[in-house]
């Protein structure tokens, strides 16, 4: 679980990586056209050339053309959306866009983000360029939200460009990739994203072209584009090989995912398949720990004997000495799950260790034979259960030297005669009469018999009376 989650940090990572957008720098420049002189050419104003860079300066779909500087007017589009039409164009613009001048150059649309989705705008720009003339090559796309930590930074214009770099990454809610608006997929015209800030500031300087007290004269915009790169030549392919290594560090990844979802997969049905309660041939090994189960011999040599080819045995190695199956020598021992083992590795394995595959755990051993075997020991095991039982409850043994046993059938009779019987209402058991058969020699010596029917000089031929002190005998007749 720990590797999925390593690896679901590595694409996180990699996914912000790749969601930091080409951050362009623009440059402005304003110049005077005559509209009444077709034949006159356009003034520029070189005062006003500006470079302006901003981190939330986007570039969300480029073309080939777009690295490489191109100066492009500016024409107001609005919310770019489906109802927008050329009137509407040229109304925003003050008839600029009927210019002479203008069409002879390429443009660049503002519109404001917002009421339709980006992929609608775009649609609208292309339309009205190619209905119209408008030789529209890339639009921008300012933000309709505000955000007071937005910076720009406007410099005089120099032939050389610096870009700037920014310590921290730009935040997540003004991604152009993060925004719901932007479904756009592709694109034949570069498409870039601004902040509101700036996107508005040009707006203003769009409304600031046309002059009442003088209407022929128009002030016009002209946007310029630059990125960031070793060789400018190289262009689109450039961008193209940066990517690349964006995506073969997913394909890797995506190996090294399968490769571990594999081993995971493995690993689950290994633990599975024993705990599976439905299964006649599984095995629950937590009962059997560190008890040897070996598969008869018999069954054993009853197991298929193949040389390897492929589909003989799901495993194309053994598990056992991990050697590669040789395709028409190796001798191949199928088990009756499909898993195939080196016979010299198996046959130790089977008869002196388990009866499961060391691969899926599968039990070889037949049903019935797993059932008797299970049965003999329980069996087993109820009568050490029961033997210890006994030996709990059993009561101290009394030591052989301090007891005299009645040994022979006469002596009963004897003490049956010589005793009276004794009338009781209580049964006594055999473990009584057998504690109270059981009398000391130390107690029998200097006490006669009190029983009434003694009979004197009698003795018990069968016991003589110089027997070892433990082995005497019960007599009603005392010793001379």
């Not at 443009?107 to 983000?113: C, E």
């Not at 299964?279 to 054993?300: E, G, M, Y």
């Not at 009469?433 to 009398?439: C, D, E, F, K």
Request: with cysteine.
């Amino acid at each position: 679980m720990r590797i999925y989650l390593l690896l679901l940090l590595l694409l996180v990572s990699i996914h912000d990586t790749m969601a930091d957008l080409p951050n362009p720098i623009f440059s402005e420049l304003a110049f005077i056209v005559n509209t009444t002189d077709i034949s006159s050419m356009y003034n520029i104003i070189y005062s006003t050339a500006i470079s302006v860079s901003c981190q939330d300066f986007q570039a969300v779909r480029l073309t080939s053309r777009e690295y490489t500087p191109t100066n492009r007017v500016l024409l107001n589009f609005g919310y770019g959306c489906q109802n927008t039409t050329i009137n509407n164009i040229h109304e925003m613009n003050y008839n600029s866009t009927n210019i002479t001048a203008i069409q002879n150059m390429e443009t660049i649309a503002l519109v404001k983000r917002g009421v339709c989705n980006w992929s609608e705008k775009i649609s609208v720009i292309n339309s009205l360029s190619d209905t119209n003339y408008l030789n529209i090559t890339a639009a921008f796309i300012y933000d309709n939200q505000t955000y007071d930590d937005v910076a720009i930074k406007t410099t005089l214009y120099q032939t050389s460009t610096t870009f700037p770099t920014y310590p921290t990454p730009l935040p997540i809610e003004r991604s152009a990739l993060n925004m719901t608006d932007n479904d756009l997929t592709e694109s034949r015209i570069g498409v870039y994203f601004v902040p509101y800030k700036y996107g508005n500031s040009l707006k203003s300087k769009l409304n600031s072209t046309y002059d009442a007290t003088n209407p022929a004269i128009r002030t016009l915009w002209s946007i310029t584009t630059y990125f960031p790169q070793d060789n400018p030549s190289e262009g689109f392919i450039g961008t193209i090989r940066g990517y690349l290594a964006y995506i073969i560090a997913l394909a890797a990844i995506f190996l090294i995912g399968i490769v571990f979802l594999r081993w995971w997969r493995i690993r689950r049905l290994r633990d599975e398949i024993p705990n599976d309660p439905n299964d006649t041939n599984a095995i629950h090994l937590s009962q059997r720990v560190h008890q040897p189960d070996p598969l008869p011999v018999d069954i054993v040599n009853a197991l298929p004997i193949k040389l390897y080819e492929p589909g003989v045995s799901k495993n194309i190695n053994c598990a056992i000495c991990l050697d590669d199956f040789v395709l028409g020598k190796s001798d191949v021992r199928i088990l009756p799950c499909g898993h195939g083992f080196c016979v010299l590795c198996i046959d130790p394995w089977l008869t002196q260790k388990s009866t499961v595959c060391p691969i899926c755990k599968w039990d070889c051993l037949p049903t019935d034979l797993r059932q008797e075997r299970e049965a003999q020991g329980s069996t087993s095991h109820s009568d050490v259960s029961n033997s210890n039982a006994q030996a709990i409850n059993m009561e101290p043994p009394v030591p052989e030297d301090s007891m005299t046993t009645v040994t022979q059938p006469n002596v009963n009779r004897e003490i049956h005669e010589a005793s009276p019987p004794v009338e009781t209402d209580q049964t006594v058991d055999s473990h009584t009469i057998g504690t109270a058969l059981s009398i000391s020699p130390r107690e029998n010596e200097g006490h006669e018999s009190t029983s009434t029917n003694e009979k004197p000089n009698e003795t018990d031929e069968t016991n003589p009376p110089n027997q070892r002190q433990g082995e005497g005998t019960f007599s009603n007749t005392t010793q001379p």
